[in-house]
């Protein structure tokens, strides 16, 4: 088991020579690179309380995985800060958090090779590792806390689930401070594989750095995917070597599966659904099992249907989604907004959603995004699905304004790809969904804000839809 990274000196031993990390022009091999976490981790160790927190604050993906590999080795803890953070945020989360030390900037800056250090001693597997934070899209950033035992149990069931092995080349094509980029690049790290990481994602710059590094397997989020493919259909790109693309974040349309494979004609696609918190979730191979469903429950996870009265559900009926692995978090290192419950070693962060006779699980929303209209309680996910099976719409996303009849008016916006009108999108919507749940309004954004991540930025559209019906 050890810990994140342990592995390393054995790539050295068998893969010394080969591509470990790379970054625009700059690349490690994995020689090279242990050479460079050992010396860090020694640094980190030598000016930083044992087990304490250390805040990374690198804007370039490159240097920030050596110093979070060095951290780990170093048996402290690496806590990811997000680039895009407006200052006052930042600056509210390192009060908070404390560091004992902070690393910017490259990793050579920070180390020498002097050849009386001391060799850190080897963290234990149930020790914190990583503070990671959510994305922030409906609030505050909340601080999660991870183990080393629990990524590395979720590490082998990547490579169970979806086949990875040491001669993948994983492409990571998005900020670090967002929990799923930073686990793929660690994980390919961790196995063997060599790891290519993006400092931004760009969709033709991305899909170029696929063909000239023949990547084989990538992490993104649906929206980067569909960025991908429809960069890549008016180009006339196609991407025959890549095996597999592994996609959570979102609900992956199954609408938008022949795009993408149109793109990667040999991928094998896969959904999975889990959590900063609870990390895999469900699976499922892309086009299978029932439209909408986000898989059965991966190896080693329960999942549970409970109702307000804690108990059970049974098949069909839907309830907050309890979860209960080996993969969970430790806890909240900042920000608990009593949304996230423990109880009898399962965990809820708030989802709901229901599972069918066959063990498939269907998510329905977020208690936090569930908006009361006339008395009725509607999901903001369920009115957002609808609009995005529209042809023309690539992106939705729905709020609740403060309404004097109704309490709350829903209101919409959404990204037109394609010849559209909102007459046409709501003629879409009285056919799909009853009066009480059809948006009040619907406004056109073409410059969709995106997080870091690569996740809709509910924050920024919400104060954009309400600077809209400002002025209607």
Same mark, same amino acid.
Request: glycine share 14%; aromatic share 10%; hydrophobic share 30%.
């Given at each position: 088991m050890s810990f994140v990274g342990a592995p390393l000196s054995e790539h050295v031993r068998y893969r010394g020579d080969s591509l470990a990390l790379a970054c625009g022009g700059r690349r490690l091999r994995f020689a090279e690179l242990a050479r460079q976490v050992e010396a860090l981790a020694a640094t980190v160790a030598e000016n930083s309380p044992s087990h304490g927190r250390v805040l990374l604050g690198h804007d370039d993906p490159f240097d920030l995985v050596i110093a979070a590999l060095a951290t780990a080795r170093a048996g402290r803890v690496a806590v990811v800060a997000d680039p895009s953070w407006p200052d006052p945020v930042r600056a509210e989360i390192a009060a908070a958090i404390r560091p004992g030390l902070t690393l910017v900037g490259p990793a050579s800056a /920070?180390?020498?090779?002097?050849?009386?250090? !001391?060799?850190?001693?080897?963290?234990?597997?149930?020790?914190?590792?990583?503070?990671?934070?959510?994305?922030?899209?409906?609030?505050?950033? !909340?601080?999660?806390?991870?183990?080393?035992?629990?990524?590395?149990?979720?590490?082998?069931?990547?490579?169970?689930?979806?086949?990875l092995a040491a001669g993948d080349r994983v492409l990571v094509p998005g900020g670090l401070g967002h929990s799923l980029h930073f686990y793929g690049a660690l994980q390919a790290l961790h196995m063997g594989a060599s790891v290519i990481v993006a400092r931004d994602f760009r969709a033709r710059v991305v899909l170029a750095r696929i063909g000239a590094d023949a990547v084989t397997a990538l992490y993104a989020t649906p929206t980067q995917v569909e960025l991908l493919a429809r960069a890549a259909e008016a180009d006339g790109t196609v991407l025959p070597d890549l095996r597999v693309v592994m996609v959570s974040g979102a609900k992956w349309r199954d609408t938008a599966l022949e795009r993408v494979r149109r793109l990667f004609p040999? @991928?094998?696609?896969?959904?999975?659904?889990?959590?900063?918190?609870?990390?895999?979730?469900? @699976?499922?191979?892309? &086009?299978? &099992?029932?439209?909408?469903?986000?898989? /059965?429950?991966?190896?080693?996870? $329960?999942?549970?249907?409970?109702?307000? $009265?804690?108990?059970?559900?049974?098949?069909?009926?839907?309830? /907050?989604?309890?979860? /209960?692995?080996?993969?969970?978090?430790?806890?909240?290192?900042?920000?608990?907004?009593?949304?996230?419950?423990w109880r009898d070693g399962f965990v809820t962060v708030g989802d709901r959603g229901f599972v069918d006779a066959d063990g498939h699980l269907f998510l329905v929303g977020r208690v936090k995004r569930m908006l009361v209209t006339s008395g009725v309680n509607v999901f903001a996910e369920e009115i957002e699905a609808v609009l995005e099976s529209h042809p023309a719409v690539t992106a939705a996303a729905v709020f609740g304004l403060p309404d004097d009849l109704r309490g709350m008016r829903m209101v919409a916006a959404v990204r037109f790809v394609a010849a559209c009108d909102i007459d046409d999108l709501t003629r879409h919507c009285r056919a799909a969904l009853l009066p009480v749940r059809r948006p009040r309004a619907i406004h056109a954004v073409e410059d969709w804000p995106l997080t870091a991540g690569g996740k809709t930025d509910l924050r920024r559209l919400e104060t954009l839809v309400a600077a809209l019906e400002r002025e209607r």
């Open positions: /920070r180390v020498h090779d002097g050849g009386n250090r !001391k060799v850190p001693s080897v963290p234990h597997p149930d020790d914190p590792f990583y503070i990671g934070f959510t994305s922030g899209s409906t609030g505050r950033p !909340k601080g999660f806390r991870r183990s080393h035992r629990s990524w590395i149990e979720s590490f082998s069931l990547s490579e169970t689930v979806f086949g040999n @991928a094998r696609l896969y959904e999975f659904y889990g959590t900063s918190e609870t990390s895999f979730v469900t @699976a499922r191979e892309a &086009g299978t &099992g029932p439209e909408g469903s986000v898989g /059965r429950a991966m190896p080693g996870v $329960d999942l549970d249907i409970r109702g307000d $009265d804690n108990q059970s559900m049974p098949a069909g009926d839907t309830g /907050r989604v309890w979860v /209960r692995s080996p993969l969970l978090f430790d806890g909240y290192e900042i920000g608990d907004d009593g949304e996230t419950i």
